[in-house]
Structures are given as C-alpha cells and as structure tokens.
Nanobody
C-alpha cells in the first residue's frame, strides 16, 4: 500500500516563501516519477511541478522561476520550494506518485497567500 503524507502548508503573505514536503511509503521510491498538483476552489486540479526518477524537473508556466521541485531518494521524500508567492497560488497542494501506471495521492495541504 502506497501512502503519501504532505506537510509544510500554511498562510503566507504575498512575496513570501513556503516549503512543502511529501514523505512516501513505497519500495524503490527512486524509480518513480513524482509530482505536485494543486486545486483552487472552483477549479480543476492542475500540475504544478514534476520530477522524473532521475530528477529532471518540469514546471507549469505559471510557477517557472519561482518554484523548485526536488527529491531525496534516501528519505523517500519530494519537496516543493515555493518563492515569491502570489495570491493566485492559493490552493490545496497534493503530492503524487505513479507506481506501475497507478496514481497515488496525498491528503493535500492548504497554501493560502494573503495579506
């Protein structure tokens, strides 16, 4: 059974930073692609950032230059460093891992950017 546990969300002012973490309970974590998605009220869930098993990142245009995805395979953990946050970044952020074609999701962590 694959489990993902996110942490690090919260309330931050515009221009601030947050770091999200996602700990995965899965064997051979290093061979799977991982990603961060977000869902704002009334909107569809969207991809924010993803990383291949080798660590090659891919970002949504809206976060390029501000967000950084990274992974620590020794700790089975993926991170999302979010800088220069904007009110439009407000959403529930979800961690994702795809294991043999099946998608697994964390419970989500709320990020609110507001003055």
């Amino acid at each position: 059974q694959v489990q993902l546990v996110e942490s690090g969300g919260g309330l931050v002012r515009p221009g601030g930073s947050l770091r999200l973490s996602c700990a995965a309970s899965v064997n051979m974590f290093s061979i799977y692609a991982v990603g961060w998605y977000r869902q704002a009220p009334g909107k569809q869930r969207e991809l924010v950032a993803a990383a291949t098993s080798g660590g090659t990142p891919n970002y949504a245009d809206s976060v390029k230059g501000r967000f950084t995805i990274s992974r620590d395979n020794a700790k089975n953990t993926v991170y999302l460093q979010m800088n220069t946050l904007k009110p439009e970044d407000t959403a529930v952020y979800y961690c994702n891992i795809r294991v043999f074609g099946l998608d697994y999701w964390g419970q989500g962590t709320q990020v609110t950017v507001s003055s």
